[in-house]
């Protein structure tokens, strides 16, 4: 099976969160505090940044992550190019996307906001 550069470098990000999520405490402290290896110090500091926006963050949902969006949107676009026999997208249709997409995530947000 091939996998594009595209695929593989999502597949590292996804294992590098699942990873972040599956340091101990203990070892995140160690390292938040300059303990530990660089490896472990660049790992708490990143763990740190992907939760400290939003307490409820974690678990196995990809609403906070661009990576799962992107891939969405990315696969979504690579069937539209192929069932128009494209090979990328023009100017026009890429603002028309963009702005189908604000105006769709803009849409949700509002309906589930508090």
């Known amino acids: 099976m091939k996998i594009t ?5 999502s597949i590292i990000k996804e294992a590098k969160v699942r990873l972040l999520r599956e340091i101990s405490p203990g070892a995140a402290g ?3 505090m300059g303990g530990g290896t660089p490896a472990d110090q660049g790992f708490a500091a990143a763990a740190a ?3 400290a926006d939003n307490p409820r963050h974690g678990g196995e949902h990809g609403v906070f992550s661009e990576t799962y969006w992107e891939n969405l949107v990315y696969d979504e676009l690579k069937d ?5 026999d494209a090979l990328s997208l023009t100017p026009q249709e890429a603002k028309m996307i ?3 997409l604000i105006a769709a995530a803009n849409a949700a947000i ?5």
């Not at 539209?80 to 128009?84: A, P, S, T, V």
């Not at 509002?110 to 508090?114: G, K, N, P």
């Open 5 to 9: 550069k595209r695929q593989l470098k």
């Open 30 to 32: 160690i390292a938040s």
């Open 49 to 51: 940044e992907n939760h």
């Open 80 to 84: 539209y190019l192929q069932e128009n």
């Open 98 to 100: 963009e702005r189908s």
């Open 110 to 114: 509002m309906d589930l906001v508090e």
